[in-house]
């Protein structure tokens, strides 16, 4: 995908009913309620987060460009799509940003240490500026390398056989496969910069920068399915096993434990609406989430109806019509929607 | 004591650099030394090779983060496995855990906003230091070009860690700043070696022109026709950008290199730049730290740099190996007034100072509310404590005139009539030096030594990924 494919994925998705900075946050990958149940409300985990480092100024680019193509009506507050803009057919798209988390970045910079380390030994040099400064990564990557003896010359080729098979099964194309190589770097091969990358295939640097994520979560998919004995490790803490916030956790098990919504407010000393996001993120992850502790199953059906019939998604317009509803049980209605799907 | 037999048997080199035995034999026999060693010439050896056989551990004091994992990078390359380095941008976790094990390390460096803290003095009491090390001492110097307020503080922290002995570490120093380390590092009598900074295979060319559009001309000229490895200085993240896509186009191998760029992708020009794969690469003034490239052939300055300092320390990074190099200042008319408005930035102002004053205890939150800029920030609170207001608006005007003087010394040269490498020494006290053949524009430079021999360049599409990585791990 490009990256403008990815903004109108978002904003067919929320059409009419976020502002246009929303799509914005929701791929740099705040962690704000709002953006967070907008995920399951729309279905949106694709694009969770997936450009953690975006720019504003590259993001007001692209909704420009998508204005000028007339896919977008200009200068509205909210996202309105042109039936143009509808019609666009979209690619399918490997990412994952809800599942990974930018969890792939630690992912592959121990890739890259462990890469350059094997070329550099294969060919002779034991000293070398590695690519990676961060220690904790270094640290990780000297006791895998240990254990693996990376200098027996079948475990370097081994590794290099897995590594390749990775990518041939991995679901992207072969330039994009081309992008992630080139971000490898080894003895007397330099890594390629974002910008070059981007000059020598004449795309946008961040077209260049989401086709290393693609590959890379579908590179993590393929590891997870295969289990190749030598790359399955470097999964250690990059998959969460939790889909949910650090925050939302506590909440949680708290939760698990008898307390009720007004109690975890008080014990950890947050607000009771901060406490309603976490419920609505558990009930986003948990299409068995008991939502009837908090309303009737009338009240809950009647949610539902009503956001199909209104086709919307919108708050205020829910509770409109059903005055007898709460908002937080408005959201947390319109959040099963999304964990059932 | 063997120091060559120790130097081999520690790092594997058979012989010292010029300069680093004098200093070592000086550090060992106990006494308080200040060296004078220009960039590159090892440096970090005269504490290294101490740090082997001295009792307790070696404390450096290094005023940039950078420079600070550039060096402890460095370390580790040589082998060296206890090396940690203290800075304020540590994990808690991380920080909790070298506390624990600090006894472990043989080399510390520490930031020195970090030293003066209650906490860690205690800490590095307890462990027994023989020797602290003040790398870059001229940060020392209110005067000079990149002060450091908590340098200063260096001297006050020295006797609650007993007063160990003291190695001041600089490439550049005027008579001025000599005087100013060993006043406020309090050195004992101190040895003093000073290298002598002239660097007779350089060549020194200054070129003028008209307009923008010729500089630019000239710059192609100089980089098709003499060759590489080498560095342009281009001013700003911007320019550094155009340049670069100037000389791409131009079918050159060049890249553009500035603090704006992501961390792996500034490691990966330093990785092309060494394995030969660019040959130019423009850059802002934050290239150079963490580049050891002994070749460097030429060294292009676009636009003024902001002091002699800066503009010595630049230049010197060419012909690290000793032979001929070529560095060329490329000088439009009206180029110093972008100078003097980008050092006086760098100044506190006014209003900055009443601010700091007025704000008591919350000063930080001016910077966080950006009323005060973090450097200001930093420059203000130092003098806060020591003076009253009017002191420091005093002592800021001072600073405001000595930035000029050295921006207006950057002028001189540009407009010197004379020998380039006189005039440099000159303005570093030093002794008037021997005049090298191709010493400078003035004596004359014989151009055709730099002479590119560039080989065809090879026209080959891409290697696919599975040919790059074939060729990454050509197992
Ligand atoms: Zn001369």
């Not at chain 1, 975006?54 to 007001?60: A, G, I, N, P």
């Not at chain 2, 000239?218 to 670069?244: C, D, F, H, W």
């Not at chain 2, 794969?277 to 730290?289: H, I, R, S």
């Not at chain 2, 100078?339 to 008591?360: F, K, Q, T, W």
Request: proline content about 5%; hydrophobic content about 40%.
């Amino acid at each position: 995908m490009r990256f403008d494919e990815v903004v109108l994925a978002i904003m067919k998705a929320v059409d009419g009913q976020r502002t246009i900075s929303s799509p914005y946050h929701l791929i740099k990958g705040k962690k704000s309620g709002q953006t967070i149940q907008d995920i399951g409300y729309f279905n949106l985990h694709p694009f969770f987060g997936v450009l953690p480092k975006l720019e504003k100024s590259d993001y007001l680019a692209a909704v420009a460009r998508l204005q000028s193509t007339g896919m977008l009506e200009p200068e509205a507050e909210q996202v309105r799509l042109t039936a143009r803009g509808f019609e666009v057919p979209l690619p399918t798209t490997p990412l994952n940003g809800w599942k990974y988390r930018g969890n792939e970045r630690r992912f592959f910079a121990r890739l890259s240490l462990i890469v350059q380390t094997m070329s550099c030994f294969i060919q002779g040099q034991n000293r070398f500026d590695p690519v990676v400064s961060d220690e904790a990564i270094q640290n990780w990557v000297k006791t895998y390398l240990h254990r693996i003896h990376f200098r027996d010359s079948v475990v370097q080729h081994e590794f290099r056989m897995q590594l390749e098979s990775m990518l041939e099964r991995a679901d992207a194309a072969s330039w994009q496969k081309d992008i992630i190589i080139e971000r490898l770097s080894g003895f007397n091969i330099g890594g390629l910069t974002w910008d070059q990358i981007a000059n020598r295939g004449k795309i946008f640097p961040i077209d260049a920068q989401l086709a290393a994520v693609e590959v890379l979560h579908a590179s993590l998919a393929v590891l997870e399915e295969h289990q190749p004995p030598l790359l399955i490790s470097l999964l250690e803490g990059v998959i969460q096993q939790s889909a949910l916030t650090e925050s939302a956790k506590r909440t949680q098990s708290l939760f698990e434990r008898g307390f009720s919504l007004q109690q975890i407010a008080e014990l950890r000393q947050l607000k009771t609406s901060t406490i309603e996001d976490h419920f609505v993120e558990l009930a986003m992850n948990d299409p068995a989430f008991l939502y009837t502790l908090f309303m009737d199953a009338t009240v809950y059906e009647m949610i539902h109806k009503t956001s199909e019939e209104l086709k919307t998604m919108r708050l205020r317009d829910i509770k409109q019509q059903l005055p007898e509803a709460s908002y937080f049980q408005i959201r947390l209605a319109l959040a099963m929607r999304g964990a059932g799907k | 004591m063997n120091l060559e037999k120790l130097l081999y048997d520690s790092y594997g080199f058979t012989e010292f650099r010029p300069g680093q035995k004098e200093v070592i034999e000086q550090v060992l026999a106990g006494r308080d030394v200040l060296a004078l060693l220009p960039t590159g010439m090892g440096k970090s050896m005269c504490y290294q090779l101490p740090g082997k056989v001295l009792p307790g551990a070696v404390v450096i004091v290094s005023p940039l983060l950078s420079l600070m994992q550039d060096q402890v990078a460095q370390l580790k390359k040589m082998g060296e496995k206890s090396v940690v380095a203290i800075n304020s941008f540590m994990k808690p976790d991380e920080r909790e855990r070298v506390w624990k094990t600090l006894e472990q390390y043989r080399f510390i460096f520490i930031a020195p906003e970090m030293l003066v803290q209650p906490y860690v003095l205690g800490k590095l009491k307890g462990i027994g230091i023989s020797l602290l090390v003040a790398d870059e001492a001229h940060c020392i110097s209110q005067w000079g070009f990149d002060f450091r307020p908590d340098y200063l503080r260096i001297s006050e922290v020295l006797p609650s860690l007993g007063n160990p002995q003291t190695l001041a570490l600089t490439a550049t120093a005027t008579d001025k700043v000599t005087d100013e380390i060993q006043r406020y590092l309090k050195l004992r009598q101190p040895f003093i070696y000073a290298h002598p900074m002239d660097r007779p295979n350089i060549s020194y060319d200054i070129r003028k022109f008209e307009n923008e559009k010729e500089k630019i001309e000239q710059l192609l000229r100089m980089v098709k026709n003499y060759g590489g490895p080498g560095i342009i200085y281009a001013g700003t993240r911007k320019r550094s950008q155009e340049l670069a896509s100037r000389l791409l186009d131009h079918g050159i191998q060049a890249a553009f290199y500035h603090g704006g760029m992501e961390q792996q992708d500034r490691i990966f020009v330093q990785q092309q730049f060494h394995n030969k794969e660019l040959e130019w690469v423009c850059a802002t003034n934050a290239f150079g730290m963490g580049v050891h490239i002994p070749d460097i052939r030429q060294v292009i300055h676009f636009q003024l740099p902001s002091s002699i300092e800066g503009y010595v320390q630049e230049v010197g990074r060419a012909g690290r190996d000793g032979k001929p190099s070529l560095a060329t200042l490329l000088y439009v008319d009206g180029d110093e007034r972008l100078i003097e408005s980008l050092v006086l930035d760098d100044l506190p102002e006014r209003h900055e100072v009443e601010l700091i004053y007025a704000a008591g205890a919350e000063a930080k939150q001016l910077v966080e509310q950006g009323l005060v800029r973090e450097t200001a920030y930093r420059i203000l609170i130092y003098w806060r404590e020591r003076i009253s207001m009017e002191g420091t608006l005093n002592q800021m005007e001072l600073l405001k005139k000595e930035k000029l003087r050295q921006a207006s010394t950057i002028r001189q040269l540009v407009h010197e009539k004379g020998c380039l490498r006189q005039f440099i020494s000159a303005s570093f006290d030093q002794e008037t030096p021997v005049i090298p053949p191709n010493c400078c524009g003035f004596h004359g430079i014989d151009h055709e030594l730099f002479k590119a021999h560039r080989p065809e360049p090879k026209r080959d599409s891409a290697p696919s990924w599975q040919e790059r990585l074939k060729a990454i791990l050509p197992i």
